[in-house]
Nanobody, 124 residues
Framework: QVQLVESGGGLVQAGGSLRLSCAVSGRTFSSYAVGWFRQAPGKEREFAAAISWNGRNTLYADSVKGRFTISRDNAKNTVYLQMNSLKPEDTAVYYC?????????????????WGQGTQVTVSS
């Protein structure tokens, strides 16, 4: 069993920054990939970013590339999503998820466990 807890969401003005955290417990954190997804009201969940087990490989959606940075600290069992230059269209509930394979994926069905999500609201 794996538990994931997201934190760091909130309300920010357009152009601002937030850093989300995903604390993971339950299995050997350092051996699997972790991803961030988001779901805006009335829309399907979409991929944002993912990182490999060792942090060397990352994957980003085109919509966030150059603005978001995913990283991980295996000593703290935590994955981060640094979000800069935020736009109103980034408003969504952000979820982190665990993929027991080692390399990052943008496909939600390949993820095995999910957190409860954290709300990010960007005002114009």
């Amino acid at each position: 069993q794996v538990q994931l807890v997201e934190s760091g969401g909130g309300l920010v003005q357009a152009g601002g920054s937030l850093r989300l955290s995903c604390a993971v417990s339950g299995r050997t954190f350092s051996s699997y990939a972790v991803g961030w997804f988001r779901q805006a009201p009335g829309k399907e969940r979409e991929f944002a970013a993912a990182i490999s087990w060792n942090g060397r490989n990352t994957l980003y959606a085109d919509s966030v590339k150059g603005r978001f940075t995913i990283s991980r600290d295996n000593a703290k069992n935590t994955v981060y999503l640094q979000m800069n230059s935020l736009k109103p269209e980034d408003t969504a509930v952000y979820y982190c998820a665990v993929d027991f394979r080692s390399n990052p994926s943008g496909l939600s069905y390949e993820y095995h466990y999910w957190g409860q999500g954290t709300q990010v609201t960007v005002s114009s």
